[in-house]
Nanobody, 123 residues
Framework: VQLQACGGGLVQAGDSLRLSCLVF????????MGWFRQAPGKERDFVAA????????YYADSVKGRFTISRDNANNIMFLQMNSLKPEDTAVYYC?????????????????WGQGTLVTVSS
């Protein structure tokens, strides 16, 4: 099982980025997926989650209205569209896959994790 996150980079405040997470070696269309992030010196926090169908999504308050999570089950890929980026969004972003269909905001809900992609937002 492999999750590959990509799309991070260095941007300025107010810019947009789209992260992608490709899933290899496991069933994708029956699994909830999530994005978490870890800023330097801080714990890993929940960002967004999506259920197996894509119909139900969840967001941390800090990103609600700016970030959008989506998935393409036909191509085993999940996205995180990040708009109006702020310096406080700077972190390593991790994608995660659950063995369950329903999404959740806690790390323990997710079994498989990608390697992370760094997002740096300058002021």
């Amino acid at each position: 099982v492999q999750l590959q996150a990509c799309g991070g980079g260095l941007v300025q405040a107010g810019d947009s980025l789209r992260l992608s997470c490709l899933v290899f070696g496991r069933s994708f269309d029956s699994s909830a997926m999530g994005w978490f992030r870890q800023a330097p010196g801080k714990e890993r926090d929940f960002v967004a989650a999506i259920d197996w169908s894509g119909e139900n999504t969840y967001y941390a308050d800090s990103v609600k209205g700016r970030f959008t999570i989506s998935r393409d089950n036909a191509n085993n890929i999940m996205f995180l569209q990040m708009n109006s980026l702020k310096p406080e969004d700077t972190a390593v972003y991790y994608c995660a896959a659950s063995m369950l269909a329903d999404a959740a905001t806690i790390m323990s809900h997710y079994r498989d994790w990608g390697q992370g992609t760094l997002v740096t937002v300058s002021s």
